[in-house]
């Protein structure tokens, strides 16, 4: 079946503008994870969502990073006055029900940012 | 969570058996020992998860001692196409959820 899907595979963008990323989960997964993960590093958590509601989004380094879930499914990162330490690659996870015990990761978004 | 220590690499030859071991003396009681794998531009995959003695699925064995301090990954017969970045993480629902917490992991080399 169909996995995790990521859009875009790419994004450049200059400091300070504005970053949409989107994240498809697997059909029926309940829990999305969001990942930031910088080069020679392991994944970062960033915030969790259980159906609609961030259950937990103490990852977000700051107030210009935001994720909607408004249908329980598609997930959006949003990241507003984009610096260059916010180059990375962000992964979008899913899992079904509400034991993440194993994750299931997309092949994430890499954000460059001039 | 508990954290783990594993070396920073390994290399390895094709059609050996590989082990990764990861130290986790902090485990709690409640906690599971879970291994990722990690290619290239692709996000982690699930590999194996146990909480004590053996656990072998069709990809690999996990270790664990009755102390649980630490926990060995073992893949048989490796192949070109294993290499990748293989983290360990220890961690236990809380909430109703697992926050992945990863190091570093180990970059493991296989050559022909």
């Known amino acids: 079946g169909a996995g995790v899907s990521q859009t875009p595979s790419n994004k450049v963008t200059e400091k300070g503008k504005y970053v949409e990323l989107r994240c498809d989960p697997i059909?029926?997964?309940?829990?999305l994870y969001w990942y930031r993960q910088s080069l020679g590093q392991g994944p970062e958590f960033l915030i969790y969502?259980?159906?609609?509601?961030?259950?937990?989004d103490s990852g977000l380094p700051n107030d210009r990073f935001f994720a909607v879930r408004p249908e329980g499914s598609v997930s959006t990162l949003k990241i507003q006055r984009t610096e260059r330490g916010d180059s990375a690659v962000y992964l979008c996870?899913?899992?079904?029900?509400?034991?993440?015990?194993?994750?299931?990761f997309g092949p994430g978004t890499r954000l460059t940012v001039t | 969570l508990a954290k783990t220590t594993q070396p920073i690499s390994m290399d390895s030859y094709e059609g050996q058996e590989v082990n990764i071991t990861c130290s986790h003396n902090?485990?709690?009681?409640?906690?599971?020992i879970t291994w990722y794998q990690q290619f290239p531009s692709q996000g982690p995959r699930f590999i194996i998860q146990?909480?004590?003695t053996k656990v072998t699925n069709e990809v690999a064995s996990l270790f664990i001692p009755a102390d649980r301090k630490s926990s060995t990954l073992s893949l048989p017969r490796v192949s070109l196409s294993d290499t990748a970045v293989y983290y360990c993480?220890?961690?236990?629902?809380?909430?109703?959820?697992?926050?992945?917490?990863f190091g570093a992991g180990t970059r493991l080399a296989v050559h022909p």
């Open positions: 902090n485990i709690a009681t409640n906690d599971y």
């Open positions: 993480l220890v961690g236990t629902p809380k909430g109703g959820y697992n926050k992945l917490i």
């Open positions: 969502f259980q159906g609609t509601g961030a259950a937990d």
């Open positions: 996870a899913s899992s079904p029900g509400t034991s993440g015990r194993e994750q299931y």
């Open positions: 146990g909480y004590k």
């Open positions: 059909s029926g997964h309940t829990a």
